[in-house]
């Protein structure tokens, strides 16, 4: 029985003002990877490509570990691009040789006016996988609410991760590329979801 899950998860904070504007942060997508998975679980691939390994997640009564092969790009203007381009589930292989990830997301610069400039993202996440013969039995709304709600706080530790990882390095890397330390700590001004 072929299943598919979905989620979406969005996000708008204020940068803080710094002399080098994020513009130029953001055209090193490896940092924006670092902010999103914690180094000791990201291999660098090639330029543009990484594979990042996922915590353990629990499915009613199922461990997956998820392997995600994903292609992060800048454009000239410093918005940032997210595509799955591999996926491998470690340690069920009936459920790896039937499953499918999707995950597109985007992160833009929008300036709102001449000294507030905002990051704002959204990330799509969809999974299709053909579940073993004992989750037959369950009510397919019953496995609908939980794959879609696994995906959903999936995305939502990742957004987390983003607010407070991505501000403090930005911050950092600005100081150490103009030779000025701050201690300011940034302020996330706005957040939706």
Not at 119 to 124: N, P, R, S, V
């Amino acid at each position: 029985m072929y299943t598919r899950f979905n989620a979406s998860q969005s996000v708008e904070l204020a940068v803080p003002e710094e002399r080098v504007p994020i513009q130029h942060y953001l055209r090193q997508p490896r940092r924006l990877v670092n902010a999103l998975v914690d180094r000791s679980r990201t291999e660098q691939l090639s330029d543009d490509c990484f594979r990042l390994k996922m915590r353990s997640l629990q499915f009613m009564m199922l461990s997956i570990q998820p392997t995600v092969d994903m292609r992060v790009w800048a454009q000239p203007d410093g918005t940032i691009n997210l595509e799955s381009v591999a996926c491998e589930i470690r340690g069920v292989g009936y459920i790896n040789d039937r499953f499918a990830l999707n995950l597109k997301g985007q992160l833009c610069v929008q300036q709102k006016s001449s000294r507030v400039t905002y990051l704002k993202g959204k990330a799509d996440l969809e999974v299709e996988v053909e579940l073993p013969p004992p989750f037959w039995l369950t009510p397919k709304p019953i496995l609908e609410a939980t794959g879609n709600g696994l995906l959903k706080s999936v995305l939502l530790s990742v957004k987390q991760r983003l607010m407070h990882q991505l501000l403090l390095d930005y911050r950092r890397w600005a100081s150490s590329e103009t030779g000025i330390i701050s201690s300011d700590i940034p302020q996330i001004l706005s957040v939706e979801g």
